[in-house]
């Protein structure tokens, strides 16, 4: 039987008030399951960052409940989210926000400093998850002496490296060329094949079309639940 990682319940998020009120999310509710592989799609200022904000407990919701792995992540404070965030969730950004001073390997190592974990078994992990990227050969590189698909296989690995429930990529292949995005997005599938949940915020159709569903937000709310990739383009035209 499968279990929910993410569980959307009425989610609002209000910037503002008065005059000046922005409703970003408007009691968006929406599941996702263990090992699913979803993108979440719309166009500007449809709501589609703010909930992937709320999803990786960088911000919190106006009004509703998020339960994150089964945990009510609503009511926690600012040490536990941070918790949360660096033990269940693993981020992938448009931008690598790699340390340039550090190696490939020693990029990869920092979640597990923040965890505590012994440097050996940092060291032991670290090396694994970039050889599960194909850069098992990069380790002492630092980023000035990668490519720009190789960072990001860089920073897929320091996602990957806690063993988190959850992978959440934010236009991933954004600042990608269409072959990288290619060699990119096998690696998401083959992550997803091992069984992580992935859900990736794109406005590339092309890209959305390699995931396994998606939602579409219009307006701060969601549109389309569980939208076939095979159907993409008519919703496009068309919402």
């Given at each position: 039987?499968?279990?929910?990682i993410?569980?959307?319940?009425?989610?609002?998020?209000?910037?503002?008030e008065?005059?000046?009120?922005?409703?970003?999310?408007?009691?968006?509710?929406?599941?996702?399951?263990?090992?699913?592989?979803?993108?979440?799609?719309?166009?500007?200022?449809?709501?589609?960052?703010?909930?992937?904000?709320?999803?990786?407990?960088?911000?919190?919701?106006?009004?509703?409940?998020?339960?994150?792995d089964?945990?009510?992540v609503?009511?926690l404070?600012?040490?536990?989210?941070?918790?949360?965030?660096?033990?269940?969730?693993?981020?992938?950004?448009?931008?690598?926000?790699?340390?340039?001073?550090?190696?490939?390997?020693?990029?990869?190592?920092?979640?597990?400093?923040y965890?505590?974990?012994?440097?050996?078994e940092?060291?032991?992990r670290?090396?694994?998850?970039?050889?599960?990227?194909?850069?098992?050969?990069?380790?002492?590189?630092?980023p000035?002496?990668?490519?720009?698909?190789?960072?990001?296989?860089?920073?897929?690995?320091?996602?990957?490296?806690n063993?988190?429930?959850?992978?959440?990529?934010?236009?991933?292949?954004?600042?990608?060329?269409?072959?990288?995005?290619?060699?990119?997005?096998?690696?998401?599938e083959?992550?997803?094949?091992?069984?992580?949940?992935?859900?990736?915020?794109?406005?590339?159709?092309?890209?959305?079309?390699?995931?396994?569903?998606?939602?579409?937000?219009?307006?701060?709310?969601?549109?389309?639940?569980?939208?076939?990739?095979?159907?993409l383009?008519?919703?496009?035209?068309?919402?």
């Amino acid at each position: 039987m499968s279990q929910t990682i993410i569980r959307l319940e009425q989610i609002s998020k209000i910037y503002g008030e008065g005059n000046t009120e922005v409703r970003a999310l408007s009691e968006v509710s929406l599941l996702v399951e263990s090992g699913e592989y979803c993108s979440i799609m719309g166009p500007s200022g449809s709501g589609k960052s703010t909930v992937m904000n709320v999803i990786g407990c960088l911000d919190r919701p106006t009004a509703g409940r998020y339960y994150l792995d089964g945990v009510d992540v609503a009511g926690l404070n600012d040490t536990e989210l941070a918790h949360i965030r660096n033990r269940k969730i693993g981020f992938v950004f448009q931008q690598f926000h790699l340390l340039p001073q550090l190696t490939a390997l020693e990029n990869v190592m920092l979640p597990m400093v923040y965890a505590g974990i012994p440097n050996g078994e940092r060291q032991e992990r670290s090396a694994e998850a970039l050889s599960r990227v194909g850069l098992g050969n990069r380790l002492n590189n630092r980023p000035n002496q990668l490519s720009g698909g190789q960072q990001q296989r860089v920073a897929i690995a320091r996602a990957i490296v806690n063993q988190p429930v959850l992978l959440l990529a934010d236009e991933p292949t954004g600042a990608l060329d269409s072959q990288t995005t290619k060699e990119v997005m096998a690696i998401f599938e083959e992550l997803n094949a091992s069984g992580i949940t992935v859900v990736m915020v794109t406005h590339e159709p092309d890209v959305a079309r390699l995931t396994h569903r998606i939602v579409w937000f219009r307006d701060g709310e969601v549109l389309h639940n569980n939208l076939a990739p095979e159907a993409l383009g008519e919703v496009a035209v068309f919402s």
